[in-house]
């Protein structure tokens, strides 16, 4: 959770939803486009610098801090993530962010755990159908008919009452009910929704270092330095004998020279034995044609 979020804002997230089963659209794990989301910021501010920050798993990664958007459209979702600062009427939040996607259904999820501030909304083409947010001690906003999984928690047959004065549940347990019952799953336990995140104050793209391209000369230097096979760089001029390191590069060498040697003579030998044997093929060849 973002830390130093202010007293009435929220992580707030939007599913623009016109496909009629998103559960199997997120089960087919479809990888979000970096050039989705920033078209799409670049139509809800213009003037907004845009750096792509990232790519990742939604439900995987810590949520979008201020002056970031997670993003990710796939065919008939699209779901924005976002810090609002003020979110005590979901129904009123800026008409050209609910309106940035075509969508029939639209719904709005907020959460705030360091304040227990949390609400949901449903937009039903252009339609509020319902919208809810509060504390527990405090409701903001309380518009439409409550739906079927809601009805538990206001009977206090789920979730717990803080105080006398607080309602029958935390309204962030009631905005995960309402989560699963609009979009038909459970997001954490789903499989991975991939996004693309984007900041917009400014910051440059982070830069992942090149690795370092290594050359067969280096990789030798290094085997014979870990094998203990170089000449050693200390040495006493009045000592009679030979390093042990120095008389171990000179076993290598002098059986490397033999290997050579006896290569060569392979070769040779062989180069012989072949054309012994081209002779007396046609040596016979001659014989048979007479």
Request: neutral net charge.
């Amino acid at each position: 959770m973002p830390s130093q979020l202010g007293e009435n804002a929220a992580i707030v997230t939007l599913w623009f939803v016109s496909a009629s089963d998103p559960q199997s659209i997120i089960r087919s794990e479809p990888r979000a486009d970096r050039g989705y989301g920033r078209k799409l910021l670049a139509q809800l501010n213009p003037t907004w610098p845009i750096t792509p920050i990232g790519q990742f798993a939604l439900n995987r990664s810590v949520p979008a801090s201020a002056n970031e958007f997670y993003i990710a459209g796939f065919p008939g979702i699209t779901i924005i993530q976002t810090v609002l600062e003020d979110v005590t009427s979901l129904s009123k939040l800026n008409p050209r962010l609910l309106r940035s996607v075509p969508a029939t259904d639209v719904y709005i999820f907020a959460v705030n755990e360091e304040t227990t501030l949390g609400g949901f909304a449903h937009i039903y083409n252009g339609e509020i159908k319902r919208s809810f947010i509060a504390y527990e001690e405090r409701v903001f906003e309380d518009n439409g008919i409550p739906g079927g999984f809601e009805t538990p928690y206001w009977a206090g047959k789920k979730g717990t009452r803080k105080t006398a004065l607080s309602l029958p549940f935390n309204p962030i347990e009631l905005v995960h009910e309402a989560q699963r019952a609009w979009l038909g799953f459970d997001t954490t336990t789903s499989p991975d929704i991939n996004v693309v995140a984007y900041a917009t104050d400014g910051r440059p793209e982070p830069r992942i270092a090149a690795p370092r391209i290594i050359n067969s000369e280096e990789v030798t230097r290094s085997a014979v330095e870990k094998l203990g096979l170089r000449e050693s760089a200390f040495y006493d001029d009045y000592e009679e004998y030979e390093a042990p390191d120095r008389v171990v590069s000179k076993r290598i060498t002098s059986n490397a020279k033999k290997a050579a040697s006896s290569a060569q003579k392979f070769g040779k030998s062989l180069w012989r034995a072949s054309r012994e044997f081209g002779s007396n093929m046609a040596e016979r060849l001659r014989h048979t044609d007479r």
